[in-house]
């Protein structure tokens, strides 16, 4: 069912195309929202994405592929929305960088701060470092499938997962070492 | 507050973020995204095939194709391309700043990139290592880095077009990858000082500055008196002295100054008095030496309440009498000094259009001019020869994070990597211009 409306959407037939969007914006916008951390760019990332996929849909030579196809689209469209985003985290971070990056005010619970650090170092990532993490610790996709999905050869992928495991275990350091320079509770 | 959650274990750190992934996961998109995108799609025409530039081609099975007839299309696009290169050759194609000897290293994406002359780049350290912070020695003779495992980072060198080495020390650092790590040459090139904290604590402390003999590795650690933590060490032009910052007072209320000590450990001294009461208090960038040592220039942020407010000052090493710097621009920070010291470049921010701008203006406080208006803090770099200043520009619309190259004088203006991103995204992690013998 899948191939014929893809061909007919192929063909121009939005209809289609908006059956096909409406069975999957909701697993665009989940792995968008994971990747970016921020509803709002979710939203605007996945937007792209659909239109991207309508414009440049009949350069897609096998149907049978439009998942992984779009979801290329959306992994694209997510590291855009990541570049873009770095402005608006430059205002809160970039002109003293990471020293105040790392205050926050004490959740009350360790469980709380726990998740608020994993949440906070995962997104001084970059886009590419973050959609890695996400696509085998949440999607779950072997070396391959999510190298392909990326567009990527196997390997770059296993090296690119490894540096940004490396890169998020160092933000966690980092973010140990800044909560012993900085007082929390000195945020006003 | 992290101890528990910081650890060395990939795996524990893979389980926590499934967890998390678990956590925050959503079936259900927000109301009315769908019916945004398909509006949006109803005003889009779909793109003949022949124009889709991203085709879905299974990497594992690219073939090629060859078409009976050329389509018009296509003798568009290759008559299109014929003539931007001719344009290129005719308007574009003079030489850049880039001296002949001269090399660019900067790293990204976890590697050490090299800007070739042509405007390619290699990647120097294409391994699974995370390499970052590259900074020239003075002489060109050798650049050093951070190369970061799960065991810690480690210095590293780059000599010539010899492959990379570990500097064998002692002790491993926190690989944190931040600017404040970032490591300054001693002029004769053979040690570097960087402020750091060793790998292996448990929780990591505070952090103190190295000094490390490059050739044999030996490692030392500055004696800091009664200083809780000490970075962004920076060493004068004759090699006598280190400046650095210095975090004075202990917890609940860090404040901090400008300090400097001689790489022997000795002469710890206060330079100036604290300039703000909240944790950012001094130098965002590295302090900088005058050319003839007598002057330190740096930035201090005063934090009043959530309006942070960046100021540059210069001290009298002698007299410790400190001056700020009166700049055009409000919020001006990340200041660098020319290589003849006739210019003084630094960053502004402005936080209503969340951008900062390229400045330069003499030490004196005349001539200040904005050569750009959307560059990427702390990423101006020097040419060694000083007619070029090397920037990022701002990763937002029309100005992508591309190295740009500028004279002084607001002239020339050149872009010199037009696709900076040869694997992964920025921010870069050190950027360094320097002529090599």
Same mark, same amino acid.
Not at chain 1, 13 to 35: E, G, K, P, W
Not at chain 2, 330 to 339: D, F, I, Q, R, T
């Given at each position: 069912?899948?191939?014929?409306?893809?061909?007919?959407?192929?063909?121009?037939?939005?209809?289609?195309?908006?059956?096909?969007?409406?069975?999957?914006?909701?697993?665009?916008?989940?792995?968008?929202?994971?990747?970016?951390?921020?509803?709002?760019?979710?939203?605007?990332?996945?937007?792209?994405? &659909?239109?991207?996929?309508?414009?440049?849909?009949?350069?897609?030579?096998?149907?049978?592929?439009?998942?992984?196809?779009?979801?290329?689209?959306?992994?694209?469209?997510?590291?855009?929305?990541?570049?873009?985003?770095?402005?608006?985290?430059?205002?809160?971070?970039?002109?003293?960088?990471?020293?105040?990056?790392?205050?926050?005010?004490?959740?009350?619970?360790?469980?709380?701060?726990?998740?608020?650090?994993?949440?906070?170092?995962?997104?001084?990532?970059?886009?590419?470092?973050?959609?890695?993490?996400?696509?085998?610790?949440?999607?779950?996709?072997?070396?391959?499938?999510?190298?392909?999905?990326?567009?990527?050869?196997?390997?770059?992928?296993?090296?690119?997962?490894?540096?940004?495991?490396?890169?998020?275990?160092?933000?966690?350091?980092?973010?140990?070492?800044?909560?012993?320079?900085?007082?929390?509770?000195?945020?006003? | 507050?992290?101890?528990?959650?910081?650890?060395?274990?990939?795996?524990?750190?893979?389980?926590?973020?499934?967890?998390?992934?678990?956590?925050?996961?959503?079936?259900?998109?927000?109301?009315?995204?769908?019916?945004?995108?398909?509006?949006?799609?109803?005003?889009?025409?779909?793109?003949?095939?022949?124009?889709?530039?991203?085709?879905?081609?299974?990497?594992?099975?690219?073939?090629?194709?060859?078409?009976?007839?050329?389509?018009?299309?296509?003798?568009?696009?290759?008559?299109?391309?014929?003539?931007?290169?001719?344009?290129?050759?005719?308007?574009?194609?003079?030489?850049?700043?880039?001296?002949?000897?001269?090399?660019?290293?900067?790293?990204?994406?976890?590697?050490?990139?090299?800007?070739?002359?042509?405007?390619?780049?290699?990647?120097?350290?294409?391994?699974?290592?995370?390499?970052?912070?590259?900074?020239?020695?003075?002489?060109?003779?050798?650049?050093?880095?951070?190369?970061?495992?799960?065991?810690?980072? +480690?210095?590293?060198?780059?000599?010539?077009?010899?492959?990379?080495?570990?500097?064998?020390?002692?002790?491993?650092?926190?690989?944190?990858?931040?600017?404040?790590?970032?490591?300054?040459?001693?002029?004769?090139?053979?040690?570097?000082?960087?402020?750091?904290?060793?790998?292996?604590?448990?929780?990591?402390?505070?952090?103190?500055l190295w000094i490390v003999n490059v050739d044999t590795g030996q490692t030392n650690q500055l004696p800091l008196g009664d200083l809780v933590a000490a970075d962004t060490p920076t060493w004068s032009r004759d090699g006598s002295t280190i400046a650095f910052r210095g975090q004075v007072d202990e917890l609940p209320n860090p404040t901090h100054a400008l300090y400097t000590i001689t790489p022997t450990g000795s002469g710890l001294t206060r330079l100036t008095p604290t300039l703000a009461d909240q944790y950012d208090a001094v130098a965002i960038g590295p302090p900088v030496w005058s050319m003839d040592g007598s002057t330190i220039y740096f930035d201090a942020a005063n934090t009043l309440g959530q309006d942070t407010r960046f100021?540059?000052?210069?001290?009298?090493?002698?007299?410790?009498?400190?001056?700020?710097?009166?700049?055009?621009?409000?919020?001006?920070?990340?200041?660098?000094?020319?290589?003849?010291?006739?210019?003084?470049?630094?960053?502004?921010?402005?936080?209503?259009?969340?951008?900062?701008?390229?400045?330069?203006?003499?030490?004196?406080?005349?001539?200040?001019?904005? &050569?750009?208006?959307?560059?990427?803090?702390?990423?101006?770099?020097?040419?060694?020869?000083?007619?070029?200043?090397?920037?990022?520009?701002?990763?937002?619309?029309?100005?992508?994070?591309?190295?740009?190259?500028?004279?002084?004088?607001?002239?020339?203006?050149?872009?010199? &990597?037009?696709?900076?991103?040869?694997?992964?995204?920025?921010?870069?992690?050190?950027?360094?211009? +320097?002529?090599?013998?």
């Amino acid at each position: 069912v899948q191939r014929e409306l893809v061909e007919r959407a192929q063909r121009g037939d939005r209809d289609a195309f908006s059956t096909l969007a409406a069975a999957s914006i909701a697993r665009l916008y989940n792995l968008a929202q994971l990747m970016l951390g921020d509803a709002d760019r979710a939203e605007d990332a996945v937007q792209e994405t &659909l239109v991207a996929a309508w414009r440049d849909l009949r350069g897609l030579r096998d149907p049978d592929r439009y998942e992984a196809w779009i979801h290329r689209i959306l992994v694209r469209s997510v590291y855009r929305e990541g570049r873009r985003g770095r402005r608006s985290t430059t205002a809160d971070h970039e002109p003293a960088g990471h020293y105040w990056a790392g205050a926050t005010i004490r959740s009350g619970t360790a469980e709380v701060e726990d998740r608020d650090e994993l949440d906070r170092c995962f997104l001084r990532l970059t886009s590419e470092h973050r959609a890695v993490l996400v696509l085998r610790h949440y999607v779950g996709l072997p070396d391959g499938e999510a190298a392909d999905l990326l567009g990527i050869p196997a390997g770059t992928f296993k090296s690119r997962l490894n540096r940004a495991t490396a890169a998020l275990r160092a933000e966690l350091d980092a973010d140990a070492r800044r909560g012993l320079a900085i007082d929390p509770g000195a945020v006003r | 507050m992290s101890g528990n959650v910081r650890s060395n274990d990939d795996t524990l750190v893979a389980r926590r973020l499934a967890a998390r992934f678990e956590a925050r996961s959503t079936s259900r998109e927000p109301e009315g995204l769908l019916d945004a995108a398909m509006a949006r799609v109803a005003t889009t025409r779909q793109r003949p095939r022949w124009l889709v530039s991203e085709r879905w081609l299974p990497m594992t099975t690219l073939t090629l194709r060859v078409r009976p007839v050329i389509r018009t299309g296509w003798l568009l696009a290759i008559l299109v391309v014929i003539v931007a290169l001719l344009l290129a050759l005719i308007v574009g194609g003079g030489r850049h700043g880039l001296p002949s000897n001269g090399r660019i290293l900067f790293g990204q994406g976890g590697d050490i990139w090299q800007l070739n002359a042509d405007g390619t780049t290699t990647d120097l350290t294409p391994d699974t290592t995370v390499e970052t912070s590259i900074v020239w020695a003075a002489d060109g003779r050798r650049a050093g880095f951070f190369s970061a495992t799960s065991d810690g980072a +480690q210095l590293a060198l780059l000599e010539g077009n010899a492959p990379a080495k570990i500097v064998p020390t002692s002790v491993r650092f926190h690989p944190t990858f931040k600017d404040a790590e970032v490591m300054s040459w001693s002029p004769d090139g053979n040690r570097v000082v960087f402020g750091s904290t060793p790998s292996g604590d448990p929780t990591p402390g505070p952090s103190r500055l190295w000094i490390v003999n490059v050739d044999t590795g030996q490692t030392n650690q500055l004696p800091l008196g009664d200083l809780v933590a000490a970075d962004t060490p920076t060493w004068s032009r004759d090699g006598s002295t280190i400046a650095f910052r210095g975090q004075v007072d202990e917890l609940p209320n860090p404040t901090h100054a400008l300090y400097t000590i001689t790489p022997t450990g000795s002469g710890l001294t206060r330079l100036t008095p604290t300039l703000a009461d909240q944790y950012d208090a001094v130098a965002i960038g590295p302090p900088v030496w005058s050319m003839d040592g007598s002057t330190i220039y740096f930035d201090a942020a005063n934090t009043l309440g959530q309006d942070t407010r960046f100021r540059l000052y210069s001290v009298n090493v002698t007299t410790h009498v400190v001056t700020q710097l009166r700049t055009d621009p409000a919020n001006p920070y990340a200041v660098s000094l020319s290589p003849d010291g006739a210019w003084l470049a630094f960053t502004n921010w402005d936080g209503p259009t969340e951008t900062s701008s390229l400045w330069v203006m003499h030490p004196d406080g005349t001539g200040q001019r904005q &050569l750009a208006d959307h560059s990427v803090s702390m990423s101006d770099q020097w040419s060694p020869d000083g007619q070029w200043i090397l920037y990022e520009g701002q990763p937002i619309a029309g100005h992508d994070n591309s190295l740009y190259e500028i004279h002084p004088d607001g002239s020339g203006l050149k872009v010199l &990597l037009n696709a900076p991103s040869p694997s992964s995204g920025n921010p870069r992690a050190g950027l360094s211009w +320097q002529a090599v013998p």
